[in-house]
């Protein structure tokens, strides 16, 4: 019921909105392409006038004015509805995710650092990350720990006789 209520209230507030914005912008394209503004008496008295004393629409401009003023209303209602459509998280967040989607996919793909999401446990990541890394890390050469142990008995062969 509320969930109803809200798109309700979401419906009639876009509705609103873009009622002012589209009556402005029709309003401004029909004086400056015909002279004629939908909020003057006297522009709708012309063409009442033009109408009722039988008037004749001959050229293109004519034709074109009247399917403009049949489909005011029409692109009025299309418009409206296609706003409703609209998801306005996206558009609200569009600088983030842009962000997102060329910075840092741009500059930070080859990062040394380890980014940690918070998909399962912590501890259990990391001992994943601890299990890769190990795997990652190469085996030292047997002949450098034979080397080492060598040294080594030399060394206390010479602590153990004195020298």
Not at 16 to 43: G, P, Q
């Amino acid at each position: 019921m509320i969930k109803s209520f809200l798109r309700f209230i979401r419906f009639l507030l876009i509705g609103v909105l873009w009622s002012y914005l589209f009556l402005i912008i029709a309003n401004i394209l029909m004086y400056k392409l015909w002279n004629f503004s939908l909020f003057s008496a006297h522009s709708w008295n012309t063409v009442s006038y033009f109408w009722n004393s039988g008037g004749v629409i001959k050229t293109a401009p004519d034709y074109i004015f009247l399917s403009m003023l049949i489909l005011l209303p029409v692109l009025w209602i299309v418009g409206w509805l296609m706003l409703n459509r609209v998801d306005y998280k996206n558009i609200l967040l569009f600088p983030i995710n842009a962000y997102n989607r060329h910075i840092i996919k741009k500059y930070g793909h080859d990062s040394s650092r380890i980014v940690l999401k918070n998909l399962k446990s912590s501890q259990q990541m990391i001992e994943e990350i601890k299990d890769k890394i190990a795997s990652i890390k190469p085996e030292a050469p047997k002949e450098v720990s034979s080397i080492r142990s060598q040294i080594l008995k030399k060394i206390e062969t010479k602590i153990k006789k004195g020298e």
